[in-house]
């Protein structure tokens, strides 16, 4: 008799696990403070992804739209040294990643290599993580001389979902002073 019950209070619980939990543990955003930012920032709600890496920090000036992606950029003021993050509906697969351009490298071969849930890709002088999510792709580009390669896979395992200080620290201080 007990065993059906302890049998269904996991699946019972994993509503309550599952909703409103970002990659490090801590909770999205509301969804209304959310759907406001990306309003603000002309972009869609979905596309509004954020990362984690020591010693860098979002540049708030860099957050907005770019041709109908989410962007921000992360410095590292010791080192002077920045990567972007880009957020757009895309996909990308085994057969279509060499074909799309590394952010705006065009004119450079674009290779692949497939790292565990991302997609490392490099072209010219840049390199990426792209990072597919269901119908998003979320781009960590630098300078392949300035950032190195395990800068941007530390951004890549972090990319989730803003907690409220996140979101917070992304958004324009209310008096219009630098944050």
Same mark, same amino acid.
């Given at each position: 008799?007990?065993?059906?019950?302890?049998?269904?209070?996991?699946?019972?619980?994993?509503?309550?696990?599952?909703?409103?939990?970002?990659?490090?543990?801590?909770? !999205?955003?509301?969804?209304? $403070?959310? #759907? /406001?930012?990306? +309003? %603000?920032? &002309?972009?869609?709600? =979905?596309?509004?992804?954020?990362?984690?890496?020591?010693?860098?920090?979002?540049?708030?000036?860099?957050?907005?739209?770019?041709?109908?992606?989410?962007?921000?950029?992360?410095?590292?003021?010791?080192?002077?040294?920045?990567?972007?993050?880009?957020?757009?509906?895309?996909?990308?697969?085994?057969?279509?990643?060499?074909?799309?351009?590394?952010?705006?490298?065009?004119?450079?071969? !674009?290779?692949?290599?497939? $790292?565990? #849930? /991302?997609?490392? +890709? %490099?072209? &010219?002088?840049?390199? =990426?993580?792209?990072?597919?999510?269901?119908?998003?792709?979320?781009?960590?580009?630098?300078?392949?001389?300035?950032?190195?390669?395990?800068?941007?896979?530390?951004?890549?395992?972090?990319?989730?979902?803003?907690?409220?200080?996140?979101?917070?620290?992304?958004?324009?201080?209310?008096?219009?002073?630098?944050?």
């Amino acid at each position: 008799m007990m065993r059906p019950a302890r049998a269904l209070l996991p699946l019972l619980l994993l509503p309550v696990l599952l909703t409103g939990c970002d990659a490090d543990g801590g909770t !999205v955003a509301d969804s209304a $403070d959310l #759907d /406001a930012a990306a +309003r %603000t920032w &002309g972009v869609d709600p =979905e596309l509004v992804y954020v990362t984690e890496v020591s010693g860098y920090t979002v540049f708030q000036a860099s957050v907005g739209e770019y041709e109908d992606e989410f962007v921000t950029a992360y410095l590292a003021k010791e080192r002077s040294t920045k990567f972007g993050l880009f957020a757009g509906h895309d996909s990308l697969t085994a057969e279509n990643c060499t074909k799309q351009p590394l952010g705006e490298v065009t004119d450079k071969p !674009v290779t692949c290599e497939h $790292d565990g #849930d /991302a997609w490392y +890709r %490099t072209a &010219g002088e840049s390199h =990426e993580y792209a990072v597919p999510i269901d119908a998003v792709v979320v781009h960590l580009i630098a300078d392949a001389d300035k950032v190195d390669r395990a800068v941007l896979r530390e951004a890549a395992e972090a990319v989730h979902r803003p907690d409220d200080a996140e979101l917070a620290a992304l958004l324009p201080a209310p008096d219009g002073a630098d944050t």
